[in-house]
Antibody
Framework: QVQLVQSGAEVKKPGASVRVSCNAS????????IHWVRQTPGQGLEWMGW????????KYAQNFKGRVTMTRDPSFSTAYMELSRLTSDDTALYYC??????????????WGQGTLVTVSS | QSVLTQAPSASGTPGQRVTISCSGS????????VYWYQHLPGTAPKLLIY???QRPSGVPDRFSGSKSGTSASLAISGLRSEDEADYYC????????????FGGGTKLTVL
């Protein structure tokens, strides 16, 4: 079955960067775009962007351009999301999600378990 | 504040039918598909409805979606205790270069 297993919780200081990994199994990794979405404490969901695991093409949300970098390693069926210049506002649960549609950038379908990133001095 | 507006809370009793609304504009719901997600605390969000009214395999037909103009709705019939969760609508927004935007979420309580 489809599984997206994310890396463990992180604690970072303001100004630092964080990289979250997302290891996919149970489907053809290069066939489905990977989205990244976060949920800040007490708030709703915020889309950060997607990466095409086949070509490496990316689209970043306006709010994160210049601060987020999404990469992938098809040989390990793993996608990565790096967020730089962290502030306390970036404390959130970060999710990766496989697109629900094959070979297209639509919307998140199956989601990972989430990675808690805490930014604190 | 979210571009897509949802009531913060809704409630119903077991067996009842409840509707959760999502209001947007011509740049998002008015011209693009609407998606709905169910999020139980401590678990991964789950895709409930895609392209306005389509259910992924495995989603019960108690869940249905509709869209009219710049608003969309998620209806849950035969309400069950396990339906207690947060529900989010989502759509592309053409004013944000096609970014995916989410509503603020509606917390559904089953009384």
């Amino acid at each position: 079955q489809v599984q997206l297993v994310q890396s463990g919780a992180e604690v970072k200081k303001p100004g630092a960067s964080v990289r979250v990994s997302c290891n996919a199994s149970g489907y053809t990794f290069t066939g489905y775009y990977i989205h990244w979405v976060r949920q800040t404490p007490g708030q709703g969901l915020e889309w950060m962007g997607w990466i095409n695991p086949d070509s490496g093409d990316t689209k970043y949300a306006q709010n994160f351009k210049g601060r987020v970098t999404m990469t992938r390693d098809p040989s390990f069926s793993t996608a990565y999301m790096e967020l730089s210049r962290l502030t306390s506002d970036d404390t959130a649960l970060y999710y990766c999600a496989k697109d629900h549609q094959y070979n297209s950038a639509w919307f998140p379908g199956h989601w990972g378990q989430g990675t808690l990133v805490t930014v604190s001095s | 504040q979210s571009v897509l507006t949802q009531a913060p809370s809704a409630s119903g009793t077991p067996g009842q039918r409840v509707t959760i609304s999502c209001s947007g504009s011509s740049s998002n719901i008015g011209t693009n598909y609407v998606y709905w997600y169910q999020h139980l605390p401590g678990t991964a969000p789950k895709l409930l409805i895609y392209r306005n009214n389509q259910r992924p395999s495995g989603v019960p037909d108690r869940f249905s979606g509709s869209k009219s103009g710049t608003s969309a709705s998620l209806a849950i019939s035969g309400l069950r205790s396990e339906d207690e969760a947060d529900y989010y609508c989502a759509a592309w927004d053409d004013n944000l270069s096609g970014d995916v935007i989410f509503g603020g979420g509606t917390k559904l309580t089953v009384l």
